[in-house]
């Protein structure tokens, strides 16, 4: 594998906060990436934005302007995080769809290659930089434009399971499941538009607890502990 897109949630970074930055989470997520570019691999990375603002949840304003508050929201997990990747001795940009002065740089797939092509980690802020797409979307997006190999999804819970394994104690968890079968299912690995975008462009996905020991190393590698999300 060269290439991988990482998916932190907004609440995995707010670690047990639940809101903000959990710096020794961001660090010890930091110091497994290292290691990852260290071997050769490729990383971009992704943030949701839920430790500041969920959007749909925003429902006193509109719609519009909720969504983009929210994308406002990755690119301040970006930058934080990607600050924290460069004290881990790394080499980053902050790339989003849409200007933020001298904040970020603005995306493009020729220049992401470049900043891949020096070693760099690439942050992809801001979603799609269209309202009424979820960072879920924006994650497969990127990951089909610069040809990533897999998307890892670092969340709260270990795999997909067939129930809400908070509501159901019995909830099985999958290993693994085709990416017809989470659509058919309805099950809440990504959202349904970012899940047929996965499946029309053949995009594989590992699911798992970005808590866990070395947990994204191990995602990396294929050798973890949640569920594979298979295009076969």
Known sequence: MARIVLKLSGEALAGERRTGFDEATVRLVARQVKQLVDEGIEVGI??????????????????????????????????????????????????????CGSFTKLFSKDRANKYFARGMVVFFAGGTGHPFFSTDTGVVLRAIEVDADVILLAKNVDGIYDSDPNRNPDAKRFDSISIDEVIERGLQAVDMTASI????????????????ENSIIRAAKGDFNGTTITVE
Do not use: H
Request: charged letters at 25%; glycine letters at 12%.
């Open 46 to 99: 992704v943030t949701g934005g839920g430790n500041f603002w969920r959007g749909r949840t925003g429902n006193e304003i509109d719609r519009v302007k909720a969504d983009q508050i929210g994308m406002l929201a990755t690119v301040m997990n970006c930058i934080y995080v990607s600050e924290i990747f460069r004290g881990e001795g790394m080499m980053t940009s902050v790339l989003t769809p849409f200007e």
């Open 197 to 212: 975008l996965a499946k029309e462009n053949r995009m594989p996905m590992r699911v798992f607890a970005l808590q866990e």
